[in-house]
């Protein structure tokens, strides 16, 4: 046996990917484009609400508690929605993986998405490949120092604005912009500007292939919703074997040698350094590259391109992808479900809310007359974007009295009328009695019920509990 010590680490290599051009680059650059204009814009874009109501699209507004998108309005008792949509992202993201392997990080993913903006303010001030990697093996001159400085200035430039533009999401973005300028921004919203600015500069300008290969969860575990009909980005050995450069050669093998002329575009390409030629590995992100380097290299051939493509390991063994399977058809039934029912509940949740709770202390109350009393406290959330008036009753109690601490408006049915503000949590004492004649012993159960006075739409009711001797 030798006694050779093999190591289980090696030391971090730059990798100097290629800029690529081809259909799959400009689909990842249609989606750069895309999400980073989401992404900047959507903070700045204005919405009339109405008065006294922020006229920002989206603003998750933390000190209220209220999560603002467009018409919508999140509540604090609507949290749950958070877990669902989190449930909802989980499963679309197992739909897309078992579907189509890791291709949402190699289009959706932000760090991919940030990483292939870094890269080419790289090429744009460092030029191509050979220029890159000539510039950095090189020694320092005051070209190299100037340029290396602009790169890391625009870098920086862009995490401020990515940083910026993420609290812009948590205040009025107008007034935070003028607030950072003026140097009078709050501390949260500058701590938060140099923690993004700095991961955003690190993940994407530095550590790149590294996230994903090291850092990603998800790239250790999305081998586990792989099957045979994932599609994958891979290479035809069946075909490109055995692999011969010289152009002599090939003609003196005809048919015999494959169609793999051995040029490395692939490599050379890929942004985590790998080959795809050693079969499927954890750390390709199915972005394409290595398809639009191989069909440049074939079209300049006059070869045929269907040597690295986008397909399935049923397909290279002959068979046929099968798109509708078990696992498909669960993981999409579950996403559909979880983010249908979130849309159901927003489209169809009531504009009023009412929650009642009964006084302990005491239990209940004996009145001179013989009636019995519980006290209540009750609060109604108006989620609207005006004054509401609500009527308040009781039913399921023979002989009640409803009344109302410091309130004296009534409707024609001699109801309390509740005066809630726009977006108000408003509570009220509530007293209600039972009268001598009507009062039996135990508990018996009643409903509080709420409902808007302009409309029969708006309502809502609350289980409760009337205590006697």
């Known amino acids: 046996m030798s006694n050779e010590e093999v190591s289980l680490y090696s030391d971090w290599k730059k990798i100097y990917p290629r800029y690529q051009t081809g259909f799959f680059r400009k689909l990842r650059w249609a989606l750069v484009i895309l999400f980073l204009g989401i992404y900047y814009l959507l903070p700045m874009l204005r919405w009339d609400r109405g008065f006294g109501l922020p006229d920002q699209a989206v603003l998750f507004d933390l000190p209220a508690r209220k999560f603002y998108l467009f018409d919508m ?52 001030f460092e030029g191509n490949r050979k220029k890159r990697i000539k510039l950095d093996s090189s020694g320092w001159s005051l070209k190299k120092i100037v340029i290396k400085i602009a790169k890391h200035f625009v870098w920086i430039c862009i ?24 140097l ?16 955003t500069y690190l993940m994407a300008g530095i550590a790149r292939e590294q996230v994903c290969i090291y850092m990603c969860p998800y790239a250790r575990f999305q081998g586990a919703m792989f ?29 015999a040698v494959g169609l793999c002329i051995d040029c490395n575009a692939c490599v050379t390409v890929c942004p985590t350094g790998i080959d795809i030629r050693d079969g499927q590995q954890y750390e390709c992100i199915t972005c394409g590259s290595c398809i639009d380097a191989c069909n440049t290299v074939k079209d300049r051939l006059h070869l ?88 308040l009753q009781v039913t399921g109690l023979k002989g009640a009295t409803l009344s109302v601490a410091a309130n004296k408006t009534f409707d024609e049915a001699k109801r309390p009328v509740l005066t809630v503000g726009s977006g108000q949590v408003q509570a009220y004492t509530v007293y209600l009695k039972q009268s001598k004649s009507e009062v039996g012993h135990g508990a018996i159960p009643l409903i509080f019920q709420l409902q808007a006075v302009d409309n029969n739409v708006d309502l809502d009711t609350y289980d409760s509990v009337f205590l006697r001797p």
């Not at 940083?163 to 999401?169: N, P, R, S, T």
């Not at 993981?331 to 029912?341: D, V």
Request: aromatic fraction near 16%.
């Open 227 to 255: 099957d045979d009909d994932t599609i994958i980005v891979a290479y035809h050995p069946e075909i490109g074997e055995p692999r011969e450069a010289n152009l002599r050669k090939r003609k003196e093998m005809g048919e």
């Open 184 to 199: 009078e921004a709050p501390s949260a919203a500058w701590i938060t500007l140099f923690f993004l600015t700095a991961t």
């Open 159 to 182: 995490g401020i604005a990515t940083g910026g533009a993420f609290v812009f999401y948590f205040a009025d973005a107008p007034t935070l912009l003028q607030q950072f300028l003026t």
């Open 304 to 391: 045929k391109n269907e040597l690295v493509r986008y397909t399935s390991l049923r397909e290279m063994q002959g068979g046929k992808t099968r798109w509708f399977r078990l696992r498909i058809l669960v993981y999409g039934s579950l996403f559909a479900f979880f983010l249908g029912g979130i849309v159901m509940f927003l489209a169809f949740r009531p504009n009023v809310d009412l929650n009642v709770i009964r006084h302990r202390q005491p239990i209940y109350i004996t009145l001179s007359d013989g009636s019995i009393q519980n006290n209540y406290t009750i609060h109604v959330l108006n989620m609207t974007g005006n004054e509401r008036k609500f009527s």
């Open 73 to 124: 309005v999140i509540w604090p008792q609507e949290i749950f929605l958070l877990a669902f949509l989190l449930i909802a992202a989980a499963l679309g993201l197992f739909f897309i993986t078992a579907l189509a392997g890791r291709v949402f990080c190699g289009y959706m993913c932000f760090q991919t998405v940030w990483t292939d903006l870094f890269l080419y303010v790289e090429k744009i």
